[in-house]
């Protein structure tokens, strides 16, 4: 029996992960009957990536905060013995209205709500994806949220926000929830900024959440103290790649906890067990809407890719279309690639009609494949 792996991205703006997972695998066995097919919808570990590894019957529903500090319900995923948490499910960009935003107001408050969530629950190992947020405070609102108290010259100060940061004068780890020590925190994070500096969460993703001029400069300062004062207390990250990302989600997870940063597809291949799937495996089929050259720059079908190669397994890839520089995944193991827009009139009809397509193109890319 042939055993295949399949292992999608999302088609964005045409079929989910899952979806088109299932779309192949249909095309698969309309080709071959002596087959195993083993599906596992994947992700970069951006938004979405719950969407991708979480069916919805395995979501939990909190009651949690936004990007605000208002009430707000979030989610976050079972997968297995993982708690799969999407920073932006509480904190995402979008769920204040764009004239409404204020970095400097933001609060991952409700970062802080899933993860104790989660650890309610049992959990002991935690993914946490920090893409998409609309938040600045470097995780402050989130490790007050998890027992942490933080002081300024007049005393303790309550409901910290990004503006609050340069008040600080010292913060007590010693309440921080001691399920914490006992849990493997994992970090999904595609990008290498630091907490601080011209490189940093401020300066490079401030600007996209509404942050200018002398706001930026502000929020900065903020940061610097507010790096300065966990440094006291843990270790100083302020200069690690990765600590910036998401306004500064991580940083002080790696600080108290030495939290693991990975990139987004590595981490969730490794929470949706790749390694344990690729054994026995004859094949991989992967793909995602479009290939072209930045496919080979950390996106989730170049992972999948250099998985496979280091059990020794063959991968195909099906795109919505193949773009410029798409000839670049075959130096990273894709032995071919097909696209939905060869049997398809155009693009806006493959779009429409993925999964069907999926379905044929798969069948094919089978029987080519092992005949």
Same mark, same amino acid.
């Not at 906890?257 to 929470?271: C, E, F, M, T």
């Not at 809407?289 to 991968?315: E, F, M, N, T, Y």
């Given at each position: ?7 999608p991205?999302s ?6 992960? $899952?979806d088109?997972?299932?779309a @192949? ?5 309309d080709a #071959? =009957?002596?087959? /195993?097919?083993? %599906? ?6 951006g938004?979405g ?6 069916p919805?019957?395995?979501r939990?529903y909190?009651?949690a ?14 997968l297995c ?11 995402g ?7 409404e935003?204020?970095?400097?107001l ?7 709500v ?15 994806t920090v ?22 010259r007049?005393?303790?100060?309550n409901?910290?926000? $990004?503006?609050?940061?340069?008040? @600080?004068v010292?913060i007590?780890?010693?309440? #921080? =929830?001691?399920? /914490?020590s006992? %849990?493997?925190?994992t970090i999904?994070?595609d ?7 011209e490189n ?28 300065a004062?966990?440094?006291?207390v ?13 306004g ?5 997870l790696?600080?108290i906890?030495?939290a ?11 929470a949706?067990?790749?390694d344990?799937?690729l ?5 991989v ?5 479009r290939?072209?050259a930045q496919?080979?720059c ?5 992972g999948?890719?250099a ?8 991968v ?5 279309q193949?773009?410029?520089g798409?000839?670049?995944?075959h130096?990273?193991g ?6 939905l827009?060869?049997?398809a ?8 009609n993925?999964?069907?397509l ?14």
């Amino acid at each position: 029996m042939k055993k295949i792996v399949i292992a999608p991205d999302s088609f964005k703006g045409s079929i989910s992960a $899952a979806d088109a997972a299932n779309a @192949i695998a249909m095309g698969i066995r309309d080709a #071959l =009957d002596d087959v /195993l097919t083993v %599906t596992l919808p994947i992700a970069d570990g951006g938004e979405g990536t719950l969407d991708a590894l979480v069916p919805a019957e395995a979501r939990v529903y909190v009651s949690a905060f936004n990007t605000r500090g208002d009430p707000a319900t979030a989610e976050f995923g079972r997968l297995c013995d993982t708690a799969v948490i999407e920073s932006a499910s509480a904190v995402g960009l979008g769920t204040v209205p764009e004239e409404e935003r204020s970095p400097a107001l933001s609060t991952t408050k409700g970062v802080g709500v899933l993860i104790r969530a989660a650890l309610d629950r049992g959990f002991r190992r935690i993914m946490l994806t920090v893409g998409g947020t609309g938040c600045n405070d470097g995780g402050a609102g989130m490790l007050e949220t998890l027992g942490a108290v933080f002081y300024g010259r007049s005393g303790r100060m309550n409901g910290i926000r $990004a503006c609050d940061l340069a008040d @600080i004068v010292r913060i007590d780890i010693s309440g #921080l =929830d001691p399920r /914490l020590s006992d %849990t493997q925190l994992t970090i999904a994070c595609d990008v290498n900024n630091p907490l601080v500096g011209e490189n940093g969460a401020t300066y490079v993703y401030g600007p996209q959440k509404g942050a200018d001029g002398e706001m930026l400069r502000s929020l900065e300062a903020g940061m610097v103290n507010y790096a300065a004062r966990l440094a006291d207390v843990a270790r100083d990250v302020s200069r690690v790649p990765g600590t910036g990302a998401g306004g500064g989600i991580p940083a002080p997870l790696v600080a108290i906890y030495d939290a693991r940063i990975l990139s987004g597809i590595d981490a969730v291949l490794d929470a949706a067990g790749m390694d344990t799937a690729l054994k026995g495996a004859a094949l991989v089929i992967t793909g995602e809407g479009r290939i072209d050259a930045q496919s080979a720059c950390g996106k989730a079908i170049s992972g999948v890719a250099a998985r496979a190669a280091a059990h020794g397994v063959p991968v195909i890839a099906i795109a919505g279309q193949l773009g410029s520089g798409a000839d670049a995944m075959h130096g990273l193991g894709i032995r071919k690639m097909y696209a939905l827009t060869d049997v398809a009139p155009d693009a806006d009809h493959a779009k429409k009609n993925a999964g069907v397509l999926l379905r044929a193109v798969a069948a094919r890319a089978v029987t080519e494949f092992f005949n």
